[in-house]
T-cell receptor, first 115, second 111 residues
Framework: DTGVSQNPRHKITKRGQNVTFRCDPI?????LYWYRQTLGQGPEFLTY????????KSRLLSDRFSAERPKGSFSTLEIQRTEQGDSAMYLC?????????????FGPGTRLTVL | DQQVKQNSPSLSVQEGRISILNCDYT??????FLWYKKYPAEGPTFLIS?????DKNEDGRFTVFLNKSAKHLSLHIVPSQPGDSAVYFC??????????FGTGTRLTIIP
């Protein structure tokens, strides 16, 4: 196991289409996070899971966005009816359960371009 | 509302010298701080972290200093190497869940 993986790495879509991204966390990491990064900005929190439970969602996560982690392992992030403003790098991170000192490890990201 | 700020978008440092990257925060509830390094087309890579109960943490060439009264932290890299050229993000968290990131500082090490 070498780290968090994300697929696809790049996605180009037309406005109005639906897209789905996948994240595979580090084995045995029970917490999984989604972030979005736009040009010139730092990553912004979208949502996170503890096992299969989605515990928090950001205001950035509009009704067009849905995330799942059905078996507490991999997660998917779906964007419906994509808009040009959805163009960004979507990052996934995972960490083990624990207190302060547990670090979030990031995957390589999925770059979405909406035409 | 930018709770974590990195006011220097870029920094150039001669190879072998010290690089100092700065970060300010406004939320006094933050209890854990991290620095990540990011290369183009890659995800952020964890560098070093510090708990709010400490004022310094060191790991090899990297040292993070925390000044709680000033709500300021800094990352020192000594000596700077060409491979350190990247974008550096400061991040903060409360309760060790979601991270709040700054906008990043692009560090360029000049050979």
């Amino acid at each position: 196991d070498t780290g968090v993986s994300q697929n696809p790495r790049h996605k180009i879509t037309k406005r109005g289409q639906n897209v789905t991204f996948r994240c595979d966390p580090i084995s045995e990491h029970n917490r999984l996070y989604w972030y979005r990064q736009t040009l010139g900005q730092g990553p912004e929190f979208l949502t996170y899971f503890q096992n299969e439970a989605q515990l928090e969602k950001s205001r950035l996560l509009s009704d067009r966005f849905s995330a799942e982690r059905p078996k507490g392992s991999f997660s998917t992030l779906e964007i419906q009816r994509t808009e040009q403003g959805d163009s960004a790098m979507y990052l996934c991170a995972s960490r083990t359960r624990g207190g302060a000192g547990d670090t979030q490890y990031f995957g390589p990201g999925t770059r979405l371009t909406v035409l | 509302d930018q709770q974590v700020k990195q006011n220097s978008p870029s920094l150039s440092v001669q190879e072998g010298r010290i690089s100092i990257l700065n970060c300010d925060y406004t939320n006094s509830m933050f209890d854990y701080f991290l620095w990540y390094k990011k290369y183009p087309a890659e995800g952020p890579t964890f560098l070093i972290s510090i708990s709010s109960i400490k004022d310094k943490n060191e790991d090899g060439r990297f040292t993070v200093f925390l000044n709680k009264s000033a709500k300021h932290l800094s990352l020192h890299i000594v000596p700077s190497q060409p491979g350190d050229s990247a974008v550096y993000f400061c991040a903060a968290t409360f309760g060790n869940e979601k991270l709040t990131f700054g906008t990043g500082t692009r560090l360029t090490i000049i050979p």
